[in-house]
């Protein structure tokens, strides 16, 4: 079951019109993305995810309410870095100058990539060590395992994980190669950094590999970057975060937009789900959200 992270605050931020585009940048399995179509009449979504696969759940998701009005969703994969390209495909009456009247972009990884052991994301389901979101790319997770130096493993260990022991995971992945699997990998660092806490020791680890080989920063940059040219003045865009690295690159991104005078900030404090939501749906504990209006 798909359980879409602070739906109601996001679809609060978003201030839907009914008649108003919206791009979800990040479709997952569609539990936004259906909220969203729900609240339209003669309105639009553009459900984008780099992951083909998950748009194809999506699609299934979704089906009851594209019976009703079969245009309300136009699916496409896409990574951050090219929904421009996105608008560019769907010149119609509906959008004005090429831009939306909203953008979501919900940065967690979803439930079917962590459970999937054949996509490589997962510590508890031992898998190829894949890792990619887009599977057409070429980089996958053991090139980097693999043949990385030592130094530029434990930097991005380090950097994207914010794990303090990377130079001793670092150490004990090089020694251990060639690791071909998620499990093999999981149990390496297990053995070289011990549990210490409810985190399983290689958790900061995989989740720098992920970051890595789907250039998830770049992405972002160029997500945040493009707010300007993507949504059009009174429009609102609002990011979910789970990770404090990415968070504060949104808050960075947003601060920068407001001194230019391009956004306004409307959360000045970040907003965070709802005691009942984390009793319901563990997963959002982490989840930060923070909301602009373009001017």
């Given at each position: 079951m798909h359980v879409p992270v602070m739906l109601a605050e996001a679809l609060e931020y978003l201030a839907i019109k009914p008649d108003g585009v919206y791009l979800d940048a990040t479709c997952g399995l569609g539990g936004h993305t259906r909220a969203i179509a729900e609240r339209l009449t003669t309105g639009l979504v553009l459900a984008c995810d780099r992951d083909q696969e998950s748009l194809e759940i999506a699609r299934r998701n979704t089906a009851d309410v594209l019976l009703e009005q079969p245009a309300r969703i136009r699916f496409h994969q896409a990574a951050f870095s090219r929904v421009g390209e996105v608008l560019a495909t769907e010149k119609s009456s509906q959008l004005d100058k090429l831009k939306v009247d909203g953008l979501l972009a919900d940065l967690g990884v979803s439930r079917y990539q962590l459970t999937e052991g054949e996509r490589g994301f997962s510590l508890m389901?031992?898998?190829?060590?894949?890792?990619?979101m887009d599977r057409s790319e070429a980089t996958t997770a053991a090139e980097i395992v693999n043949y990385e130096?030592?130094?530029?493993?434990?930097?991005?260990?380090?950097k994207l994980g914010e794990e303090r022991r990377s130079r001793k995971i670092a150490r004990a992945i090089v020694r251990a190669r060639p690791i071909r699997t998620t499990g093999h990998l999981a149990k390496v660092i297990e053995e070289a950094v011990p549990r210490t806490g409810k985190l399983h020791p290689a958790t900061q680890t995989f989740m720098a590999l992920r970051i890595a080989v789907n250039r998830e920063e770049d992405e972002l940059d160029a997500l945040l970057g493009a707010v300007p040219e993507l949504v059009k003045p009174g429009g609102r865009v609002v990011i979910i975060t789970f990770m404090s690295l990415e968070d504060r690159r949104v808050k960075r991104a947003f601060q920068e937009l407001e001194r230019a005078e391009r956004v306004r900030i409307l959360t000045r404090h970040v907003v965070r789900p709802s005691d009942e939501e984390v009793a319901g749906n563990a997963p959002s504990r982490s989840a930060?959200?923070?909301a602009v209006e373009v001017l």
């Open positions: 389901a031992d898998g190829p060590l894949d890792m990619r130096s030592e130094k530029n493993l434990a930097d991005l260990i380090y930060k959200l923070r």
